[in-house]
């Protein structure tokens, strides 16, 4: 009496076809073969509707000696993401644009700008670009400096607040090395939003220490001429 053998192989693939009224589907294998499968061939959180795009499965395959056909088991997948078969290059460096660039594309710009304030021009720009690479991006969009006087006991003095929104931005390359959901993915804008609500509240405090100081000051002199 021959033993009974079983041969198992784990495979990938593409879902090509399936039909729920006729619950029948067929699968591309990355061997270049073609499997047909039921629903009751995939795993039990799978849940298949009509296909109208292809989808990348994992599934295996089992015969029994020498049948000649396969059984397919386990079936799993998930649809594919359009934009991960978009792929780019990214600038070598971090920059600073007035605008939105025209030789690149803006993959993903924060609502939120990060703010900074310098001594002069070129440090300003250093310190809003080094928040943007802190929080993933590649580039602040929309950028925008202003020359501040500020005055302090006995002097003035100017100070530069530059302004930009942290953003990715990438030109398209078939062979290039990013996808767009890669790309996506890398600007952290909870953080930015953080920094954000945190420059904010730092001015409305600022504000607020100006508006005591100026009524001690009311009730100061007020004071002194009373006393007189």
Known sequence: MQALLREFYSMKGIITY????????????EDGKIYSFTSKDCERYFTLSDIKEPVEATFEVSKEN???????????AKRIDPESKVFYDVPSRVGISFSKPDDYEVIVESE???TKIGRNSNLTKKAVIDECTR??????????E?????NSIGFSFYVYEGSGYPS????????GRYSKSDLKNLLDNVEAKKIYQGEVNSKIGFKILKI?????????????????
């Open 112 to 114: 939120y700008p990060i």
């Open 66 to 76: 020498d049948a000649s056909t396969y059984q397919v088991s386990h079936v799993a």
């Open 146 to 150: 202003r020359k501040i006087l500020k």
């Open 212 to 228: 005591i100081g100026a009524i001690l000051f009311v009730i100061f002199t007020i004071g002194f001429f009373l006393s007189k």
């Open 18 to 29: 399936y039909s729920k009224l006729e619950d029948k589907g067929s699968i591309q294998s």
């Open 135 to 144: 929080i993933g991006g590649n580039a602040v969009l929309d950028y925008k």
């Open 168 to 175: 990715v931005i990438a030109r398209r390359n078939d062979k």
